[in-house]
């Protein structure tokens, strides 16, 4: 089983920053990419940013330059520096882990609980 905990939300204002951390926890972990998504109110979840293993990068459009994503693959951790904020970046904001292997076998699909990303304007 793999457990994925998202910490480190909040509520900023405009222009500030915030850093999500997401550790995944479980027997004998490998996580290859590891994605951030968020999900507005009365919106679709999207997706933000991804790294793979070997810390290839890609991002969504609208945070482009101003949005980080890196990991530690030796914690197992995946992060999400967030700078120049915007209201528009208000959401809920979940840490994704397709594909993961473990001493069980491979688990697809991971998800963690989400975190509140607030901006006030």
């Known amino acids: 089983q793999v457990q994925l905990v998202e910490s480190g939300g909040g509520l900023v204002q405009a222009g500030g920053s915030l850093r999500l951390s997401c550790a995944a926890s479980?027997?004998?972990?490998?996580?290859?990419?590891m994605n951030w998504y968020r999900q507005g109110l009365g919106k679709q979840r999207e997706l933000v940013a991804t790294?793979?293993?070997?810390?290839?990068?890609n991002y969504a459009d609208s945070v482009k330059g101003r949005f980080t994503i890196s990991r530690d693959n030796a914690k197992n951790t995946v992060y999400l520096q967030m700078n120049s904020l915007k209201p528009e970046d208000t959401a809920v904001y979940y840490c994704?882990?397709?594909?993961?292997?473990?001493?069980?076998?491979?688990?697809?699909?991971?998800w963690g609980q989400g975190t509140q990303v607030t901006v006030s304007s």
């Open positions: 479980g027997s004998r972990i490998s996580v290859n990419t």
């Open positions: 994704n882990a397709p594909v993961v292997t473990t001493a069980q076998g491979v688990v697809y699909g991971s």
């Open positions: 790294i793979t293993r070997g810390g290839s990068t």
